[in-house]
């Protein structure tokens, strides 16, 4: 027999390189909710009293939902509008071998090598792992405190955890003993449906500081079987999505993830965290970095002053100074932000539009604020990233994608068709962006529902009493406040919107700021309606760019192509188009000041081809 001091020689070296994942019963190709454990690092200093394990063992991580007063009783089936519990457990033995409702994963190489960091060096018994869950808002209520919640590891515990005897029924002996010898840590967090049924999951996604180095998924069904038919679906990861991808198929292999990702997360540490990821490095290649500001902070400049500075910009030359101010703001020149700085560079240079043939390559982007006070729309758009041929604004080169607050990228059966819009009358103040669609409006009147007063709009916004088909839902007006109005004295506010729409729904809020602090309130009314993309403005736009905007929307949607085309596309191709137009025979053309607008949402949609004028 080999000798115990032989098999503590062994155990890290002969830890298993490959990664398991064992989930039964659903497929993995699911769309998930991510958490984020974050490890402390721990300085040098006197040895460590804990004894690390060593011998051919493998650590697990194990996850699954129960229900509230049963953490044992793994389910992969919910109920809408009922509050379950995630448990997620580091344990020597893989729970999945006795319950199909159990996720199990073999932890990666880099986490086991933190692990045995945190045994060998730390004069701690307890190390704290930082966990952030983030359920697909679709399914889930967002969780008590912005899902954020900790895991305990018994370092003491890890080598009589990896050598403990896997039980036959480890679920049923831990209902009689809640902490058995084989779990080394454990992380909660309730979590309550919504309404939506369906097909969804949990992901796990493993931190090492500041660093995801693991994860993995619990599939899970919300409703009846019947109505968690097999389906592919989204991957809420960090690896982001896609929707012209996701347009042409539908699956969550590498084939649907963007070109590039950038997340900023906050984590409860001070400040925020930024995150970058290209589809084209190894899947576990991640770079992050801490930004100078806290997410409050950053928050506050872009509301107070990177915004009113955009509205401020009178020449192009103006507005690449302001894009490059918020480059430098979330790529900050240190030595922990350098690194990410430069990929982001060399991403843009590696796929920018004007140099490639064929589709734009894809930016992922998403903010994850814990504060429930509504973020401005982060403008990536106007952000200009310096390089060696020049500055170039990330809008003009890239499909730039963000997620609604309750997100669905399923895309609909059929191309939407059914518009309603309201337009300003004569004599309203905004006669210059009326007549700029003059052409259009008789168009319009025969072909959409079409409202140019503020009173019967508001009517027909308030009145809930059955849900409105799909709608394609456009607006030009002004905006200031969480008002939409023509002349001060008729408005509509977010509270003011009752009507609830079949999803998959659009909205086009074509006005001064309706994505910013202050309009966001519009577009979180309309995404609880159903809608489920919105293109609004994240800066102060002229009328006469307003009007333009949504004729050069027609002549996209008229234009043979575009019958194939997604939302993202035809958004990239109308801003494309309308850079080059001028506001008056006198001005030059728009250019970078069309990237005031923003698509929000689901990309994946299809506007139905419009029919020409004369037909």
């Known amino acids: 027999m080999e000798p115990a001091s032989a098999k503590l020689s062994t155990f890290w070296r002969g830890l298993s390189l490959a990664k398991k994942v064992a989930i039964g019963g659903l497929a993995t190709s699911l769309p998930i909710v991510t958490l984020f454990v ?9 040895p460590s009293p804990n004894v690390y394990p060593q011998g051919p063992q493998t650590i697990y991580w194990n996850g699954w939902a129960a229900p509230q007063g049963a953490p044992f009783s793994p389910t992969r089936q919910f109920n809408i509008e009922s509050d379950y519990q995630i448990t997620l457990d580091l344990s020597g033995i893989d729970y999945s071998r006795s319950s199909k409702s159990v996720s199990s994963v073999s932890s990666g190489a880099e986490f086991r090598r933190k692990l045995e960091n945190l045994v060998r060096n ?60 084989f779990l080394i840590g454990r992380a909660t967090l309730t979590l309550h449906t919504r309404k939506h049924s369906g097909t ?130 979330l790529f900050p020149d240190n030595e922990e932000g350098g690194e990410a700085r430069a990929a982001f560079q060399r991403f843009f240079l590696d796929y920018q539009f004007s140099t490639h043939n064929g589709s734009p390559a894809s930016l992922f982007v998403r903010m994850l604020p814990q504060a429930t006070d509504p973020l401005p729309i982060l403008p990536i758009g106007l952000m200009a990233v310096p390089t060696g041929e020049g500055p170039g604004f990330v809008g003009l080169q890239f499909r730039v994608e963000s997620p609604l607050e309750n997100q669905d990228y399923m895309a609909g059966h059929t191309c939407l068709s ?97 994505g910013n602090i202050g309009a966001i309130d519009i577009v979180r009314a309309l995404n609880r309606n159903g809608v489920t993309a919105v293109i609004a403005t994240s800066t102060e736009i002229s009328p006469p760019l307003a009007a333009d905007f949504l004729s050069t929307l027609d002549e996209t949607l008229s234009s043979r192509e575009s019958a194939d085309m997604p939302l993202t596309l035809v958004m990239f191709t109308t801003l494309t188009r309308l850079q080059t137009k001028h506001r008056s025979k006198t001005d030059g053309p728009y250019g970078p ?17 419009l029919k020409n004028k004369e037909n």
């Open 38 to 46: 974050v490890i402390p690092r721990f300085g040098s200093g006197p």
């Open 418 to 514: 059914d518009w309603v819009m309201l337009i300003p009358p004569e004599n309203s103040g905004l006669d210059d962006a009326r007549a700029r669609v003059a052409s259009n409006i008789k168009h319009w009147q025969n072909t959409r529902v079409v409202f140019d007063d503020i009173k019967n709009f508001r009517i027909w916004a308030r009145d809930n009493s059955e849900d409105s088909p799909a709608t394609i839902l456009a607006t030009l007006s002004h905006h200031d406040r969480d008002r939409l109005y023509f002349r001060s004295s008729e408005s509509i506010m977010s509270t003011g919107l009752h009507r609830r729409f079949a999803s998959p729904s659009i909205a086009i809020l074509d006005g001064c700021g309706t």
């Open 200 to 329: 969804t999951s949990v992901g796990i996604s493993i931190w090492d500081g500041i660093r995801p180095i693991d994860g993995f998924a619990i599939p899970l069904c919300i409703g009846s079987v019947a109505q968690c038919h097999e389906k592919a679906a989204n991957q809420m990861s960090l690896d982001g999505f896609d929707a012209l991808r996701l347009a042409g198929e539908r699956s969550t292999d590498r084939s649907t993830y963007p070109d590039g990702a950038l997340h900023f997360i906050d984590l409860n540490i001070g400040t925020a965290i930024g995150v970058f990821h290209r589809k084209d490095w190894p899947v576990e290649r991640f770079l992050s970095w801490r930004l100078r500001d806290s997410p409050e902070t950053l928050k506050e400049w872009l509301r107070d002053k990177l915004v009113p500075s955009f509205n401020l910009c009178r020449t192009p030359e103006e507005l690449t100074e302001r894009g490059l101010d918020l480059f430098d703001r």
């Open 593 to 609: 000041f069309v990237l005031a607008y923003s698509l929000l949402g689901n990309g994946n949609l299809k506007l139905c081809r």
């Open 122 to 181: 730390s004069l701690n018994k307890v190390a704290t792992l930082k966990i952030l869950f983030l359920p697909d808002p679709i399914f889930f209520d967002q969780p008590k405190n912005g899902g954020i919640a900790e895991m305990n590891i018994d370092l003491k515990a890890v080598s009589s955890a990896l050598f403990t005897q896997p039980s036959s029924d480890p679920l049923s002996m831990m209902r009689v003993q809640p902490r058995p010898d």
